[in-house]
């Protein structure tokens, strides 16, 4: 998916800090389940493009990482959960503690998707494309 935003800061010469305009949402895709609406975050400058605060660029969001990371969030974190209630069961405890396990179990998921995030932020963020006006901010 292509998506046009507008660069509200500089974070280092391959990452820029981006924000959707509410017109860019009314045509966006994914405007009924998206948690950006006025929001800033971070897109990859890949290219290196030569943007500056208050550029309007095109950033590329592909499909098949976006579904990934989504599926990667909740998926892990849930198959977690039967992992660690049965386990707690297998050990002989009872059934208040293999639940709690089970929730051990789904917190242990988000912090390990958490931490593969981080090692893999660059994969997952939308690409800048190109740079479609240079207006800077006053």
Not at 82 to 94: D, E, F, H, N, R
Not at 113 to 133: K, M, T
């Amino acid at each position: 998916m292509f998506e046009i935003v507008t660069v509200t800061k500089i974070v280092s010469k391959q990452m820029l800090e981006v924000s959707c305009t509410s017109s860019a949402c009314n045509g966006c895709k994914g405007e009924t389940f998206c948690n950006t609406k006025g929001k800033r975050f971070e897109a990859w400058n890949k290219h290196m493009l030569p943007a500056q605060p208050g550029s309007t660029v095109e950033i590329y969001l592909q499909p098949g990482r976006t579904i990934a990371g989504t599926l990667i969030t909740l998926i892990f974190p849930l198959l977690l959960f039967p992992a660690g209630y049965y386990l707690s069961i297998l050990l002989g405890s009872g059934e208040l503690a293999s639940f709690l396990f089970g929730i051990l179990g789904i917190l242990v998921g988000f912090l390990g998707v958490w931490l593969y995030f981080r090692r893999s932020q660059a994969h997952y963020l939308p690409v800048v494309e190109r740079i479609l006006s240079e207006e800077s901010e006053n």
